[in-house]
């Protein structure tokens, strides 16, 4: 299901046993738990309801945290971050659809699992059925359009189409990036007025001729002094650090794109780059990257108190490493 379609069962009362969110767009899989989280929990305390396990979780103690009952609250909500690139294997994967069959939306626990590739055809995603939350950007341009469109709505900015379009010719299919830029647009157009397509035109990167890609390759080739000298020539230079994290975005999403077979729209030079630094990395190391992408995305919203150049220092450090 898509994310309006999840709200929409809430809205409804509808909850399910679990929900897997699949995919890599970091923006949906946060908005898609943050939903969840507010379903399944209702305002009672985290403290005593909220568990979050690793991949490397053993299957026996996922079907223990499961079956616990809830504390002070009607539910429980269990977190299973990427099972398919633990050290628990294939063993972790099989208990799943047992792990499931003990939820209980109504008194008990509500599993969700997020996994960057979750593959269709295995038994253990099809146990979710229509729990399963699409989490990946849109490829399509009108797809794209419709998310600004709709994120516009959701933050009571009156958009223009034709700034909804040149948004969207500007940033690409960088959800974070674009929603960043939206309200950024919304503050040069004033308060109750309407953004059109001068306010974008005259505030959003044009991320096609930004020397981030410098960036984004020094990263990819390991070339760490590189990385951390285009970062702050960019940083100085007035890019904001949420701009720049929706290009690593957009970059590693790629890379996974790639790790996991898939040939992304782009021209032959690009996807002989994009082959060899995936080839790099490997898939489960790039999983860890967007797991590293994430905490910085966390980070840049306050969460430990950390300066916003010093955590992008930080993050380039260790994917670049």
Known sequence: MTLEELHAEFEAGTLRPGYLLAGSELLLRDDAFAAIRNAVLDGAADDFNLDRLEGAVRPTALLDVVRTLP?????RLVVLRDPDV???GKALLDALPEALGECDPQRGSVLVVLSVRADARTKWVKAFGKGRVDCEAPKRVSDVIAFVRAEAECQGIALERAAADLLVERIGPQLLLLR???AKAALMAGEGEKVTRA???AGALDVAEDPVWDLT???GEGRTGDALAVLSRLLAGGAAPPMLLGSLVGHFRRLLQVADGASPPVPP???RKLETQAR???ARRLVGCMRA???TDLALKGAGGLRSDLAMERLVLGLAG
Do not use: K, N, S, W
Not at 71 to 75: F, N, T, W
């Open 86 to 88: 633990g050290r628990g």
């Open 180 to 182: 960043h830029e939206l």
């Open 71 to 75: 504390v002070m609250g009607a539910r």
């Open 269 to 271: 030079f690009v996807r």
């Open 280 to 282: 790099r990395y490997g």
């Open 293 to 295: 992408i994430h905490q």
């Open 199 to 201: 306010h974008v035109a």
């Open 217 to 219: 390759d020094a990263i």
